[in-house]
Structure formats: C-alpha cells, structure tokens
C-alpha cells in the first residue's frame, strides 16, 4: 500500500463484469482521485483477496449467488490482513448480514446501489484511513557520530533497510548529512529531490507532493536523500520547516531513521528533539571516545534527551583492541551499549554493489549485529521524548 502519496486504493470485485463497469462509472465520476481496481471473480477462487500484489485500502465487494463462500473467505484472513470492505448484497437476510459482519464488513448497500449513498460511505471511510494515520506517528531514530567516518552512514542505512525487510515496518529513511550524503550510494538510488528541495516548498507539502521527493528502493524502503546540486548551509533551515518536514514525515512512516552530520546545527537540534532514540556511533580509538564523551554530555545536560533514549554503538568492534568495552562503559556510562564487528569485506561489497548488507552477507556476523539492533530499536517501549531544547542555540553562538 502506498503511504507517500493519496491515491486511495479501492477494489471492486464482483462476478458481473457489469457490475464492476456500473461501480467504476459512479465513483469515478464523483471521485475522480480514487484509485480504482476491478476483480471479475469467475471461476476459480473465490477469495476476493487471493493473491493480490498489495492490499487496497478498501475493498468493495459485490456478493453473488455465492455470497455464503465469498464471505467465508474473507473471513478466513485476519482482520489486520484485511482492508476495511463495504457489502453490496441483499442486506434484508440476517444470514448474509451475519456473515458479512463476521468479515469484518464496515458498511452495507443494496441493489440497485445508489450513487450519493456509496459516495458518502467512501468519504467516510477514506477520511478514517487518514485519521488513523495522523494519530499513529512513527518512530525517529537518529543516528550521529562522534567522529567523521565512524560509521553513521553505514549504520543508519542498513537500520532502516532490516527494519523494512526483516520487521516489516514503513521506514523512511532520511539523509541529512547534506554535504555528504552518502545513503544514495549504499543503496544505488539516485535522488533528484531531496531534504534541502523538500524544505523549501514544506509549507505546500502534503501526502500526494511529498512523493516527489522520496525514492523507493525495491525493498519498499522509502529514501529521502540529500541532493548535492542545492547544498544549502548547516545553519540556513530554519527549525520551524525542519519539524513540519519531520511531523509530515512521521505520519508517512512507522520508523524514521535519520542520518545525522556530525555538526550539532539548527536541524540536527530539531531532528534530536523528536527522536525517540538517538545513537551515538563511536569507534575504538581514544580521539572518538574523548569526542563521544563531548558529545553524550551535550545530548545528556545541553538538550536534556534522557540517558534511557540514548544508545552508544561502538562500531567496527574488534575484541582485541586496546580500548575495550568494559572502558568505553567506563567513561561513557550508557544506558546501552551494542557492538558492531568490523567487516571491511562484506561492507566494501556492499558499497561497491550498491546493495545493503542482509543482501550481499545475510548470514554474516555484521549483519547479525545490526539486525538485533533494529529488533531492539523496533521492539523497545519508547520513553516519553523529553527535552524540549530552551533556545540552545541562541545560548551556543551567543546569539
Ligand atoms: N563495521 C564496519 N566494518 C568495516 N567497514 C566499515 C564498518 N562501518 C563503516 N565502515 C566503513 O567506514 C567508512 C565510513 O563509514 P560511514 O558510514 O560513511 O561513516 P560516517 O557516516 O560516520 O562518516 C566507510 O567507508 C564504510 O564503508
Ligand atoms: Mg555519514
């Protein structure tokens, strides 16, 4: 199902080729957005949901003489497995009523179907869908390193991209390391549009236009990325655009996975104070655990995010080092710490194909790291996002 735009999928199925035309020709007319699909069940099965591509946001279905099997069949797939349905049928027989609300049936109409009334059931219906969507904001995940090429990038792409494949979440996932951004490449998807585009027309911004500015990669990770053609400065988004971008985003998505620079400006501020989890990628070497500790104290004291949504993620991770875990706990007290192994093959692989990891190194150890990762990430109960930032900024640059 499409999130990233509005076309409101409805799915007419019927045994009456004729039916299916009359239904199409009412709705289109009054409704010309719908987004419209005719199934003629003839013989065969008589699922009105068997083996479709993707579900449609509704289902329109028209019973005929085998109405008993029709909703039978319906009925047999779970209700989170099947769309909101509106019954055309012979609504005085409490038999076929019966039935049709054991499917999960919303609505009712009879023969001969009357345009104003069908009209009024899709409003309705197409509005709750949207409704449920404002209500149910998503997840944001920001990841930032302590220092440059710790591994952000790396991490914040192979995230979202197990989050997508292997929990089954919508992800966008959302390049702000603008100047660098390096997403586009992980996954070999050449954004026209990107944030700093998305950002100048945010006021304008709705469900169908924000499908613009939003590649999908063919894992149905949805990508946001950064365009190097319009480079706009660290400090030139003002906060009030970013977090439209972001609201608007978030009721696109169930997790947000960011991709943070490393520079602490105006948007990187805004992105952390809706993050439900920020993760702090440090590597073993004690220049990145001097700037890790810099940095947790400012997340910690200067923008007051709890230590319970913070999580340091010691990247390419060798147990040999000199640094070790048990010293990075030391100095840097988090609340969670995970390790990624170093893999220079799989993840060199990976660039070099444009591939993420669960593609080109399933079974490797890297792989296996990260996807409990996103497990935790997907699975955790989120604290309250707390720490709303009193005019830090200003108090930074003295402004
Ligand atoms: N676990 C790892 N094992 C091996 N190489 C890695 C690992 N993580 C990152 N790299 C490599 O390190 C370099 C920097 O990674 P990147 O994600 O771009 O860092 P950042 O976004 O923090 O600057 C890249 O070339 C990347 O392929
Ligand atoms: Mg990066």
Known sequence: MAMSDNNYTVLISSRQSEMLDHLTGLLAEEMSHLHLQKRCVNNGHIDPLHDLPAMPDLLILHLSERWEGELQELAHHSSSERPPTLVIGDTQNPEVMRLAMKAGARDFLTEPVDQQELIAMLQQLEAEKYQSELTEQGNLTAVINAKGGSGASMLACNLAHLMQVESKQKVI??????????????????????????????????????????????????????????????????????????????????????????????????????????????????????????????????????????????????????????????????????????????VLDSLNKGEPLLTVARRSSICQALNQLQDYLVNDEPEAPKGLINNLFSRLTGG
């Open 173 to 346: 996932l959302m390049d702000l390391d603008m100047q660098f951004g390096s997403l586009a490449q992980y996954l070999d998807l050449k954004p026209e549009n990107g944030v700093s585009d998305a950002l100048k027309v945010v006021d304008e911004l709705d469900n169908t236009a924000l499908a613009a500015y939003i590649v999908r990669h063919k894992s149905g990770l949805q990508v946001l990325g950064a365009t190097t053609d319009s480079i706009r400065l660290p400090n030139q988004t003002p906060e009030q655009q970013i977090n439209q971008l972001l609201d608007l985003l978030l009721t696109h998505c169930n997790q947000l996975v960011v991709d943070l620079p490393r520079m602490i400006d105006r948007t990187a501020l805004a992105v952390l104070k809706h993050a439900s989890k920020v993760i702090v990628v440090v590597q073993q070497d004690f220049i990145n655990i001097k700037d890790a500790t810099h940095m947790l104290h400012l997340l910690r004291t200067e923008l007051g995010i709890a230590n319970e949504n913070i999580l340091v993620v010691v990247n390419r991770f060798n147990k040999n080092s000199e640094i070790t875990l048990a010293d990075i706990k030391e100095s840097l007290k988090p609340h969670k710490l995970a390790s990624i192994p170093n893999d220079y093959r799989h």
